[in-house]
C-alpha cells in the first residue's frame, strides 16, 4: 500500500516557539504592547489574527498581524528547530512510496521557508489554514493519514477524510488527544515510523 500523509507544521514537525517568541517580542517593542510572548508560544495552533485579538482591538489586528509576518522572516525562521523525530517520520512515508504534504496555519511563504531551512523533504506546502478547512488541501492531495498536535488537526483529518494520528508535543496530552477523538495518539514523532510500518503493512491503525 502506497500511503501519502499529511503533516502540520509548529510543534508537530518544527519546534517554533523560540522563533515565533522573538518576533512577538519585537513586536511588543516596535507597537508598545505587553505580549507575554511564553504564555502565547504554550498555545500555538489557532491563525496569527486570532492570537493578536486578546491583545489588542479588532481594528489594530490586521496592521499587527502585517508587521509580525514582515518580521518573521529575519527572526523567526533561523531559530527554529526539527521536533525530535521530524526526519525520520518524512522518511518512513517516502521511503514506502509515499509523499509527503505539510499544511500549516502559518502563511504558505513562513511555512515554505521553515521546512526548506529545516531541510524538510516535502512534496507540497500548503499554509493559512487551520480546523477543517484543511481538509481540502489534504484531500486534494491524497493524504491518508494527517498528523498534528492540536485538536484542531483531529478536525483537519476528518475533513479530509484522512486517519487523524495526534502527537503530545503541543499543548495537549496523550490522553486529551484521544479524548477529542483521535485516531492515533503518540508521544512525539519518534514513535511515528514504528505505528507508521504497523498501519501500512495492516492496511489501518495498528
Sequence with gaps: MTTSVGFDLDMTLADTREGIAAVYDELAV????????AAIVERLGPPLEVE????????????????????YPKLGVPVHTAMAGAYEAIDAVRRGGGRVIVVSG???RDAAGTV????LAVDEVVGSLFGAAKGSALARFGAAAYVGDHVADIEAARAGGAVSVTVATGPYTVGELRDHGA??????LTEF?????????HGGPA
Excluded at 485516531?183 to 512525539?188: F, H, P, Q, T, Y
Design 116 to 119: 526548506k531551512a529545516l531541510g
Design 30 to 37: 516596535r507597537l508598545g504592547v505587553p505580549f507575554d510572548s
Design 183 to 188: 485516531d492515533v495518539a503518540l508521544g512525539d
Design 52 to 71: 493578536l485579538a486578546n491583545w489588542l482591538p479588532p481594528e489594530e489586528v490586521p496592521a499587527a498581524a502585517d508587521l509580525y509576518r514582515e518580521i
Design 193 to 201: 515510523t514504528a505505528w507508521f510500518a504497523g498501519w501500512r503493512d
Design 106 to 108: 502559518k502563511n504558505t
